[in-house]
């Protein structure tokens, strides 16, 4: 089992910064990856970014180049750096991990951003 915490959601103007972070802890072997999802009201949660233990991302068409997602191998931990944040990008953000040689998929608890105009 994994257990995922986040922290770093809030409320924040169109056009301002946030940090998301999640800490890791279960048992977490070395092929994995981490990284966010998101879901905003009334829509079907979607992929934000993820990033493997090697450094290899995927990002959301529509968020790159405003977001980026880094870890901490050594700390169990991967952050989200949210620049440049727009209306839509009002959602909850589920942190994630999953083993590469597995199916199963661990989630956090969420934690909400909002962006106001």
């Known amino acids: 089992q994994v257990q995922l915490v986040e922290s770093g959601g809030g409320l924040v103007q169109a056009g301002g910064s946030l940090r998301l972070s999640c800490a890791a802890s279960?048992?977490?072997?070395?092929?994995?990856?981490m990284g966010w999802y998101r879901q905003a009201p009334g829509k079907q949660r979607e992929l934000v970014a993820t990033?493997?233990?090697?450094?290899?991302?995927n990002y959301a068409d529509s968020v790159k180049g405003r977001f980026t997602i880094s870890r901490d191998n050594a700390e169990k931990m991967v952050y989200l750096q949210m620049n440049s944040l727009k209306l839509e990008d009002t959602a909850v953000y589920y942190c994630?991990?999953?083993?590469?040689?597995?199916?199963?998929?661990?989630w956090g608890k969420g934690t909400l951003v909002t962006v106001s105009s």
């Open positions: 279960g048992s977490i072997f070395r092929f994995n990856t």
């Open positions: 990033m493997t233990n090697g450094g290899s991302t």
């Open positions: 994630h991990f999953s083993h590469l040689t597995s199916a199963t998929n661990y």
